[in-house]
């Protein structure tokens, strides 16, 4: 059976700004399509794309997870060792890190986590309107995760600059990317520098990176390139993530009432949250083979788009996707990922969220939305850039 071919831009200006509203049309016109205007496929519905994720033999991430083809083209920087690797690489630069990023080490700081949220919530509560990305969603995780991380202090925006231009380029050439990289090049030189051995501080995930090179789990070039993901991956993720929870929950006052009453549903709703508007839209497989999907062939060395966001609502998954509730279960989401690369920081994510919910639970009687919410464009991810908003004291 022929793919259906499908006249749509996933990376057009006005999808970016509004994907949910295309979603529909993407997982209805069949478990696999063709994007003419990019040459590659996509997949929409929530079976088609945790299978795919599942199966890294078939749906590799070696040849990149961006529509540039790394067999073809060379990508803009040397790739990651975990996000575009494939196994064996990836099980070890893998395991190596999920040693390093321990749930026993997030323990540890939670107790610091909680006191930092609650010193700047009771900063904002009844202090009229404000705008909560900077305010909260920036500088939260900006307080916490460069010291995880064992960065000296300074520069620490640069992180944002950098994310932001690593998201645009899984994407095409487009103007994003165009501006991107245009502006990016004192980041990318100070995210360089910072992962070096010499500029990290004794005792972080940076510097044990490099110890897991000394004990010759990796190369020190190697322990370079593993610190940079932490930096490319955890914080621009994490602003984002924060913002669009207390947005979800400013949006729909019903569920902030109903966490209020029962805050140990704090852990769901950033789920939830998750779910129902990821931060992370998309990312590229490559096929390694031809393979059957739905009926129809893929030819090897395909690039195929998954819709993790659209997935993530498919009512062929989910009771009522498209509405926010944090009572819901969510397991099976994909808003970290499914697989051998699903987020290696996810448990970061959970308590930089849990941290600053719990803050605002304790104090917030109501989240009032002051203006409306601005969402800069991105190639990959769903961004906040203003939030725009009230917290009134309980
Ligand atoms: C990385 C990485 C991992 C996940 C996401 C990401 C830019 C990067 O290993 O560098 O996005």
């Not at 309107?129 to 900077?134: E, H, K, L, T």
């Not at 990290?200 to 070039?221: F, I, K, S, Y």
Request: charge should be negative; include cysteine.
């Amino acid at each position: 059976m022929p793919v259906p071919v499908l006249d749509f831009d996933p990376f057009d200006e006005a999808v970016l700004a509004d994907p949910y509203a295309h979603h529909d049309r993407l997982r209805d016109a069949g478990p696999v399509v063709y994007f003419l205007a990019r040459g590659c496929f996509g997949m929409a519905r929530y079976g088609d794309v945790a299978a795919a994720l599942k199966d890294w033999q078939t749906f590799g991430s070696g040849r990149g997870v961006g529509l540039t083809d790394f067999a073809l083209e060379e990508p803009w920087r040397p790739p990651s060792l975990l996000l575009e690797a494939d196994p064996p690489l990836h099980d070890r630069t893998r395991g190596l890190m999920n040693k390093v990023a321990s749930l026993s080490s997030l323990r540890a700081v939670m107790p610091e986590w909680r006191e930092t949220a609650r010193t700047l919530v009771s900063r904002l509560v009844g202090a009229g309107p404000f705008d909560a990305v900077p305010a909260l969603a920036q500088s939260f995780p900006l307080a916490v995760f460069p010291r995880l991380i064992g960065l000296a202090p300074g520069g620490e925006e640069h992180l944002l600059t950098y994310a932001a231009t690593a998201f645009n380029a899984f994407g095409p050439r487009n103007r994003l990317l165009e501006q991107s990289l245009a502006q990016a090049a004192e980041a990318t030189a100070w995210v360089s520098e910072a992962c070096r051995r010499e500029n990290l501080l004794p005792h972080g995930w940076g510097m044990q990176v490099h110890e897991a090179a000394d004990r010759g789990d990796c190369t020190a070039d190697e322990a370079d390139r593993l610190v940079r993901s932490f930096l490319t991956a955890g914080l621009d993720t994490t602003v984002n993530g924060i913002a669009n929870v207390v947005h979800a929950l400013a949006l729909h006052p019903d569920q902030w009432q109903r966490l209020r009453a029962e805050p140990a549903l704090g852990k769901r709703a950033f789920e939830e949250s998750l779910r129902w508007n990821g931060v992370v839209q998309t990312f590229f497989r490559t096929t390694t083979r031809p393979v059957q999907v739905g009926g129809h062939e893929l030819p090897e060395g395909a690039k195929v788009l998954l819709f993790y966001a659209a997935a993530n609502r498919d009512p062929r998954q989910w009771n009522r996707g498209d509405m926010f509730d944090i009572t819901r279960s969510t397991s099976g989401h994909l808003g970290f990922g499914f697989g051998i690369h699903q987020c290696l920081g996810q448990m970061v994510a959970r308590f930089e969220a849990e941290a600053a919910l719990g803050a605002l639970i304790e104090t917030v009687g109501e989240l009032r939305l002051t203006g409306p919410v601005e969402r800069p464009l991105n190639n990959t991810l769903h961004p906040i850039g203003r939030l725009p908003i009230e917290l009134v004291a309980a």
